[in-house]
């Protein structure tokens, strides 16, 4: 696993090992990041449910301000810890070791792109969506990796499907707020 582009390019991130441990594939990794590439630089990011950490890395190679990582589990915490470190984003980077649904109802708004990718069939983006629109700037971005099976509602409060895709065995669902000029 490494970061594909940007001031981190190339770096090799570490990840748990263990059969519920599932990081994101290059080729996907790849995927979401053209899609959202425009809205990285200056982006305050959400990296929830964050494993090792790699997507909120990704986005802060690529130009995003700030990224906070949100993970429940203290060893994948010491590991995003251990790779934002690696990768020279430690001023960029805030690591709580919390339940990501719990984070939800205490964090300020402020987020242009929250990334998602919870562990599969535990109804966890469900559970997320609804919060995350409170947490969200006007044309703010919701990326959301899931199992192919998995079909999100179309909207969840302002939020709105942008467009849905397919790799494999994996889907993701991307969801946007409208900009001010964009609602009627």
Known sequence: MRVITGTARGRKLKTL?????RPTSDMVKEAV??????SCPGANVLDLFAGSGQLGIEALSRGAAHCVFVDKNKDAVDVVKEN???CGFLQ???????????YLKVAKPGFDIALLDPPYRMGLIEKALPELDKKMNRGGL??????KELVLADGYGRL???KRYKYGKIAVTVYEIPDEEDEV
């Open 92 to 102: 960029s980077a805030r690591v709580l070791n919390m339940d990501s649904l719990e």
């Open 84 to 86: 934002v470190n690696k």
């Open 17 to 21: 090992e263990g059969l519920d441990v």
């Open 33 to 38: 990041f053209s899609i959202i590439q425009f």
């Open 160 to 162: 709105t499907v942008r």
């Open 142 to 147: 919701v990326v959301c990796e899931h199992e």
